[in-house]
């Protein structure tokens, strides 16, 4: 009763005061640091951060308003409300209005607003207005796509989110501390717990728990550290882990070079430690730079700069042709402002304004599609890399195996079932504080040996030396009730054998021999031919005479025995392998685990196996002898991290598209360096930080439908560039013809632009489209040098039937003449728009349009109105305004015959061009 009373007392203390003893922390705080939190500059922060690392932990821990147990949820709730939440200023969203200027301001939409401008004051108004609603419909359709996209990217991401673990505590407890301060009582405490939150939710004074794998949340002060190595790469560019104290060892003033403090964007690589936080978002180190910070933005993809370089050829294409209409039709016709007018409509035409409209749609759906199959993208741009990915490297276990492991058996090096051996590896489980892997889950599933042990009365953890990826093992050192210390040791077992100098054989402990030596490995190989995954255990007695151990320690072991694992394949790894070959993509396994436990694996799932590599020999190859080496085999086993990274970049540099697919700590190097990195929800933070698709199922046949739909985004995108290419190359072809033969324009500029307009609003619905299977089925890579190739080869055969037109509307239908141009400039309006709408459905695919490959509804009914109001502005009543006159009925079998021609013109074109250079 007493705690209820005292909680709800507090409770309103900290409401009905405006949280008055947080403020006063706070302003200890901004005293202690000596600055204004909301005036901060990264140097201001430097100075903040040196005191905060030299200042003694109990005032620092008081300035923060908080203790070793943590704040209680409520307490950080309120100062979430009052500091924020944990994000730097480029993670939170745009206002607005500064996004709709960003989907203005790029150069096609800048292009055309000085076009318009031109426009308005040589006076020629409907031109403006036809241009001003070109760029406003590609402006306001991309705001619209990017903010449905970055809504649901937003939704997507908070499925994945990163997590940080903080002690939390009883806000009765907090309430105790408050009523011991003023009215001298004491209440009853309820032991402060862990839990898991996001990242976004740590605020200043929460005490978060690390272990490796984890990535720093927020601007910290070390409480505690064992072996604690951290990985500064982001903040310092050095590559080599940094390890950390709780207390400085320099006095310098480069808070990085401090050994107590860590920074938000780094991560733990080894080791456990407890830390309080100082500073969340904007306001940390990384915070402060972020606006300053370039080395964290990735190279443009190959499709990034592919789509650049077509822009730029399309702008030089525009800025060779212009002025070359400008000059004939001036020279030709007399007029130099209605030249001039009609150059700035070509001008226009040229113009792929709608290129990022496109390009965001499309990825966006893909984005959202994506989802639909359990597949998050973190980065729109690795959609395109996701459908060129030609070759999967994957680790093994929870890929091809069930990610469920199996503690099969627990002997001792004779082969025979041993409970010491058990009870030694659960002691050396429990107490471990870093990273639990599947290995540690299936030891402590064994319930039974925890009430056996009295673990909670007879036992105490003294000291604990961390795993980590070139030792291959970790240590806990235990207490049995005071009388000596047991330092229990696991790990790989060459790992272990090698600090190893006795045996235990019975009851009998004898000296690791040479030989046997040999009948150890021998008996490990034919566990690990049988698909087990094998664990060495070890351990001496110490007397109690101290309290801290380290790596020196791990010497003259007792090798006690074995535990064995299980590790089975999945039944959907064999069809999802399959698939996977079948779509192109070649997977390859890199593994630390042991070489006979993959090989089994692989044997049992179907992967056909061209040669397994070592990491001992991988050591000791040259990159050229790598690169051979990976192109031929496609196992890769007992790997350290800097060994995947290193075969993964091998693999890039050869020509493929990499893919990686981890979710250890061990795989981050490779994730980063990979075209495309592939985690799982489930994985480790910095796994997930470092890669570009996160799986929320961790199965080979999400992966294959993850990339199909990927190939799907890609090859639509690359519809709507061929077209416009192509398109903008014909019709300039055939206006450079009509310039230099007719006494007139051949058609008006105000004519051209809403030809042009018209054109674009066919194209949005492209991200919609279907696409051919046979174009799912490889891989899909961007070649900007076949985009160029493909203009010159399409562009023209449109002009041929534009040329036809000039002829038709000449000779049969009597506009020869400056009377008659109207007449003229109507029949290739219609006939120009037709033929642009059909290349839509055209070049979509290689097959014969609506009978081999029918587009997906959204592109035949945009064509189709499209067309449909191509022909009423000529025919209807409007035909005045665009200056335009109403065609004979003849006209349109002409016009039927012509579009007849030009598809089966086109088709042939189309089946030359994929014999000669492939359909892409």
């Known amino acids: 009763m007493a705690v209820s009373i005292m909680k709800n007392l507090y409770v309103r203390f900290l409401h009905g005061h405006g949280m008055a003893r947080h403020f006063r922390s706070l302003a200890i705080w901004d005293a202690f640091r000596g600055e204004d939190a909301s005036r901060q500059m990264p140097s201001d922060i430097s100075q903040r951060l040196v005191k905060a690392a030299h200042a003694p932990i109990d005032p620092l821990l008081a300035s923060l308003g908080t203790t070793t147990a943590g704040l209680s949820a409520e307490r950080a709730a309120l100062i979430r409300r009052d500091v924020g939440t944990n994000e730097v200023s480029h993670d939170q969203p745009l206002p607005w209005w500064h996004h709709l200027w960003l989907c203005y301001s790029n150069p096609f939409n800048l292009l055309l607003t000085l076009l318009a401008a031109i426009s308005y004051y040589t006076g020629d108004m409907k031109a403006t207005t036809v241009i001003t609603s070109m760029v406003a419909l590609s402006t306001v359709l991309r705001f619209v796509q990017e903010t449905r996209s970055n809504r649901a990217a937003d939704a997507l991401k908070a499925l994945v989110s ?14 105790a501390d408050e009523a011991r301060q003023f009215f001298e009582i004491s209440l009853k405490r309820r032991p402060p717990h862990q839990e898991d939150i996001p990242l976004r939710d740590v605020v200043p004074g929460d005490i978060v728990v690390l272990s490796a794998g984890d990535m720093i949340p927020a601007d910290l002060r070390l409480l505690s550290a064992k072996d604690l190595f951290v990985s500064q790469a982001a903040m310092t560019g050095e590559s080599l882990p940094v390890e950390k104290f709780v207390e400085p ?42 606006h300053q910070v370039t080395a964290t933005d990735r190279a443009p993809t190959a499709f990034q700069s592919g789509v650049n370089r077509v822009s730029w ?106 409970e010491e051996v058990l009870r030694l590896a659960y002691l050396n489980s429990h107490y471990q504080t870093g990273l639990k892997n599947l290995l540690d889950v299936a030891v402590l599933e064994h319930v039974e040996v925890h009430r056996e042990l009295g673990i909670g009365t007879n036992y105490r953890k003294v000291d604990e030396i961390p795993f980590d990826f070139q030792r291959r093992r970790m240590s806990v050192v235990v207490a049995e009730r005071e009388d000596h210390h047991e330092l229990i040791c696991k790990g790989a077992v060459e790992e272990v054998l090698q600090v190893c100098t006795s045996v235990r054989e019975g009851e009998r402990t004898v000296p690791l021999t040479p030989e046997k030596l040999a009948e150890l490995r021998e008996a490990t190989a034919e566990l690990n031919a049988q698909g087990l995954r094998v664990v060495a255990v070890a351990m001496k007695e110490e007397p109690p005479k101290r309290e801290v151990y380290g790596v020196a320690d791990e010497r003259e072991l007792t090798l006690m025995g074995y535990i064995a694992f299980l590790d089975p394949p999945k039944e959907s790894t064999a069809p999802a392998l399959q698939a996977l070959k079948a779509n192109g993509i070649e997977v390859k396994i890199l593994t630390g685990d042991n070489e006979l436990v993959t090989a089994k694996i692989c044997r049992e799932v179907g992967l056909e196996q061209r040669g397994i590599v070592l990491g001992s020999q991988i050591e000791a190859m040259s990159d050229a002898e790598l690169a051979k080496a990976a192109a031929e085999a496609n196992v890769f086993a007992k790997l350290s991290p800097a060994q995947k990274e290193r ?25 980063r360096t990979a075209d495309i990195g592939i985690s799982v929800d489930s994985a480790v933070d910095i796994a997930k930080e470092a890669a570009d698709i996160i ?20 090859a639509n995108m690359l519809k709507y560039i061929k077209m416009t290419a192509s398109s903008n ?64 080869w399409f562009g023209p055969v449109s002009s041929v039937f534009d040329i036809t037109t000039f002829w038709l509307m000449w000779h049969v239908f009597g506009a020869n003449s400056g009377a008659q141009q109207s007449l003229f400039q109507s029949g290739w309006f219609v006939e120009g728009l037709l033929s642009q709408t059909l290349i839509v459905h055209m070049i979509r695919t290689r097959k014969i349009p609506f009978i081999q490959s029918t587009a997906a509804w959204p592109v035949l009914g945009m064509t189709a109105a499209v067309m449909a109001a191509g022909i009423y502005f000529a025919q209807g009543p409007w035909s005045y305004y665009f200056k335009m006159t109403p065609l004979p009925a003849t006209y349109f079998a002409y016009l039927a015959a012509i579009l007849v021609a030009y598809v089966v013109l086109t088709q042939a074109m189309k089946t030359f061009y994929t014999r000669r250079y492939g359909w892409q």
């Open 162 to 175: 990163n997590k940080a673990m903080v002690m939390r505590r009883d806000l009765a407890d907090e309430a």
């Open 249 to 290: 060892r320099s006095a310098g003033a480069n808070p990085l070079e401090l050994e107590n403090l860590l920074f938000m964007g780094t991560n733990v690589v080894s080791g456990a430690g407890t830390a309080v936080v100082l500073e969340t978002g904007s306001r940390t180190y990384f915070g402060a730079l972020a």
């Open 313 to 418: 050829l399309l702008i030089r294409f525009m800025a060779v042709m212009v002025p070359l209409v400008l000059l004939l039709n001036g020279y030709t016709k007399g007029d130099w402002l209605e030249a001039f007018l009609f150059a700035l409509s070509i001008a226009v035409g040229l113009t792929p304004e709608m290129l990022p409209m496109i390009v965001t749609s499309t990825l966006a759906k893909g984005a959202v599609a994506l989802s639909r199959q359990k597949v998050i993208v973190k980065r729109l741009d690795a959609i395109q890399n996701f459908g060129a990915m030609n070759v999967l490297c994957t680790d093994k276990t929870g890929t091809l195996t069930q990610d469920k492991i199996f503690l099969e058996r627990h002997s001792d090096i004779a082969g025979e079932e041993n």
């Open 647 to 671: 075969i993964v970049r091998t693999l890039k540099s050869s020509g493929n598209v990499v893919g990686f697919m981890g979710d250890g700590i061990n795989d981050a190097p490779a994730l």
């Open 695 to 714: 799986l929320l199922e961790k199965s080979l046949m999400v992966l294959e439908e993850g990339v199909i739909e990927g190939r799907r985004t890609f």
């Open 729 to 792: 190359f014909g019709n300039v072809f055939s206006v450079l013809v009509a310039s230099a033969f007719l006494p007139f324009l051949p058609m008006l500029p105000m004519q051209l632009l809403v030809q042009n307009l018209l054109y674009d609003i066919s194209q949005i619905a492209i991200p919609f489209d279907h696409v051919d299977a046979e174009l799912l089925g490889k891989p899909q890579r961007w070649n900007p040098d076949d985009i160029g190739r493909f203009m010159i």
